[in-house]
């Protein structure tokens, strides 16, 4: 689902996806009975055409893109995952856990006897172990220490 601020309404289509669930949640063969799991995922997006729309809108100066491509390279940023160019093969990604969503199991098994050959990335052990801590510090935020009054 995407939202379209065009129209002000939101639009369905697809887009490449970072499975943040386990793989066996979207495995075909593995059958739950009455718990079943849906796959989260979240949007990848390629990080040339992110910086060439962000020029193009004007709203942002160049120091400002400059700085952010740094922080994002450091992985300083909560809402996102740097995904790096493999040399001589590929793009840069980053993955938008701020936009996180789940696809039916159905979709997903139309989808998975091509997931090879639509795959874009795989993470190393060490890309794993970084991505995990991320996702739980965006979703945790624990060493935060602003107080928030609640009413």
Request: glycine share 6%; hydrophobic share 35%.
């Amino acid at each position: 689902i995407f939202w379209d601020d065009e129209i002000d309404n939101y639009s369905t289509g697809f887009t490449p996806a970072f499975l943040l669930s386990n793989s066996c949640d979207i495995t075909v063969g593995n059958v739950r009975g009455i718990n079943q799991k849906q796959g989260l995922f979240a949007p990848i997006v390629k990080l040339s055409e992110f910086i060439s729309d962000c020029r193009e809108s004007g709203e942002f100066s160049e120091p400002q893109i400059i700085d952010f491509l740094s922080s994002l390279k450091r992985q300083e940023l909560t809402n996102l995952f740097y995904l790096p160019q493999i040399p001589g093969r590929d793009d840069e990604y980053m993955v938008r856990f701020d936009m996180i969503f789940w696809v039916p199991n159905a979709k997903i098994e139309e989808l998975q006897n091509n997931i090879g050959q639509n795959r874009l990335k795989s993470l190393s052990h060490w890309g794993h172990i970084l991505f995990l801590v991320k996702y739980s510090f965006h979703s945790c935020r624990v060493p935060e220490t602003l107080e928030r009054p609640y009413n």
